[in-house]
């Protein structure tokens, strides 16, 4: 699963945009056995990795991030990854999707701008409502004078 956006350093930092990488040791990773079916594989091997990162702890944060972060995640930001065999792979694929949700939760809607409706849309705005009006007059009893 490769994305174009948030990715994985070789050092095991992550580099969320610019001017933002998450270093190393401010990410805990723990692994544990993964579960479900696989029998005595899945029981005994250490290859599902949660990885954890804490908002309040960062040194990397800007005030307007972190607060931003805490509003939206919380105090810690966490993913898992056990879809596959090898723990290397599932540490890659926690570390990947932990970037994911942080730069989605950083993100800054753009503000609505307010905008006029046209001259022509109030026009046929008001077309359409007489149309109806006439519908529904056509579908009255006829007045019996």
Known sequence: ?????????????LF??????????????????????GGQHANRSLTRVVASFRIADSQVLNVADR?????????????SAGRFRSQGMNRAAALEQLANRIGVALERPTPRRAT???RSSKVRRVDEKKARGRLKEQRRRPDED
């Open 16 to 37: 969320i945009r610019n001017r933002l990488t998450i270093p190393a040791d401010e990410i805990e990773l723990r692994v544990t056995t993964s579960g479900g079916p």
């Open 1 to 13: 699963m490769v994305s174009a956006g948030p990715r994985v350093n070789d050092d095991g930092s």
């Open 116 to 118: 006029k409706p046209t």
């Open 67 to 79: 607060e931003m972060l805490l509003e939206k995640v919380g105090t810690v930001v966490r993913s």
